[in-house]
């Protein structure tokens, strides 16, 4: 899986271009195995959905790793995934670790 970041000033562009939703801060495309996030995700000023900063961070890494984690295209089952597991042996342990990781480095 590779996780990607986009520039904020052309994201609705980019999302656009491949097939994505221009209303959502990430998302995956499943046949190249790929995340892409905005970048402003990772600015303490973000504001989406109600959330700010950290907690829209770890909303969007939480949701983009169930859709990696347990490859559905299902928005809502991506959110349940992270939570509760997709029941194919994948290790929430792992999904933890990495999640971690992402928050610990943040893009420059």
């Known amino acids: 899986m590779v996780f990607c970041f986009g520039p904020s000033y052309n994201w609705k562009a980019l999302v656009r271009s491949l097939g994505g939703s221009t209303a959502s801060p990430a998302f995956t495309i499943f046949d190249q195995r790929t995340t892409v996030m905005e970048g402003s995700l990772f600015s303490p000023t973000a504001n989406l959905f109600g959330l700010t900063g950290e907690a829209l961070l ?18 809502w089952k991506a959110d349940d995934y992270t939570k509760v597991g997709c029941g194919n042996g994948s290790s929430l342990n792992r999904v933890a670790r990495f999640r971690a990781y992402l928050l610990r480095h943040p893009a420059p």
Not at 58 to 75: F, I
Request: proline share 6%; aromatic share 0%.
């Open 58 to 75: 770890e909303l969007a890494v939480n949701h983009e790793l169930g859709h990696c984690v347990c490859p559905d295209q299902n928005e």
